[in-house]
T-cell receptor, first 114, second 112 residues
Framework: DTEVTQTPKHLVMGMTNKKSLKCEQHMGHRAMYWYKQKAKKPPELMFVYSYEKLSINESVPSRFSPECPNSSLLNLHLHALQPEDSALYLC?????????????FGQGTRLTVV | DQQVKQNSPSLSVQEGRISILNCDYTNSMFDYFLWYKKYPAEGPTFLISISSIKDKNEDGRFTVFLNKSAKHLSLHIVPSQPGDSAVYFCAASPNAGNMLTFGGGTRLMVKP
């Protein structure tokens, strides 16, 4: 099983809403990531969790709040987003945070902020 | 400052011929390189990778070549098939971790 599952697939939210994106993997991977991809751009790293601890925050605004409840789950809590935050949000996992190993990506959540 | 660059935004090849996708990088800390295939509104799918201690890695129809001195890598697909039509991203990670820096992508179109 090399699957990373993200829910929901699509999300439309207003600027005053609070919503959460969810990501799950059962490969026993100990590092999980959030990436953001704007239209016609490459994915860009937002956060890295290693052994359920936040290890990297790429200067992401506080309206994005990650959470790793256990080694299989990764959430991204959204609050007071702006229309420019509309993008495809991708979750990924790797076997470990260091040492060369490929990342497996979920299908992504297409977020639209209105 | 783009640390990973794919200078060809698109590439069109005939079915059965070779597709060659190129990627350049600037950061000497990168030591692991990956190619991903992506369809619209889907997550990237891992294709093949290469460590900086190698200069070639092959997996079926896919071969990746790495030229460390030139900071250049390429993906060869032989023979190309219509199902290979997608956007291909080159990505790199440093020896300090597995977070990826992606190139801008190359849209490959394989014509029947």
């Amino acid at each position: 099983d090399t699957e990373v599952t993200q829910t929901p697939k699509h999300l439309v939210m207003g600027m005053t809403n609070k919503k959460s994106l969810k990501c799950e993997q059962h490969m026993g991977h100990r590092a999980m990531y959030w990436y953001k991809q704007k239209a016609k751009k490459p994915p860009e790293l937002m956060f890295v969790y290693s052994y359920e601890k936040l290890s990297i925050n790429e200067s992401v605004p506080s309206r994005f709040s990650p959470e790793c409840p256990n080694s299989s789950l990764l959430n991204l809590h959204l609050h007071a987003l702006q229309p420019e935050d509309s993008a495809l949000y991708l979750c990924a996992s790797t076997e470990r945070a260091q040492g060369n190993t490929e990342a497996f990506f979920g299908q992504g959540t297409r977020l639209t902020v209105v | 400052d783009q640390q990973v660059k794919q200078n060809s935004p698109s590439l069109s090849v005939q079915e059965g011929r070779i597709s060659i996708l190129n990627c350049d990088y600037t950061n000497s800390m990168f030591d692991y390189f990956l190619w991903y295939k992506k369809y619209p509104a889907e997550g990237p799918t891992f294709l093949i990778s290469i460590s900086s201690i190698k200069d070639k890695n092959e997996d079926g129809r896919f071969t990746v070549f790495l030229n460390k001195s030139a900071k250049h890598l390429s993906l060869h697909i032989v023979p190309s098939q219509p199902g290979d039509s997608a956007v291909y991203f080159c990505a790199a990670s440093p020896n300090a971790g597995n977070m990826l820096t992606f190139g801008g992508g190359t849209r490959l179109m394989v014509k029947p």
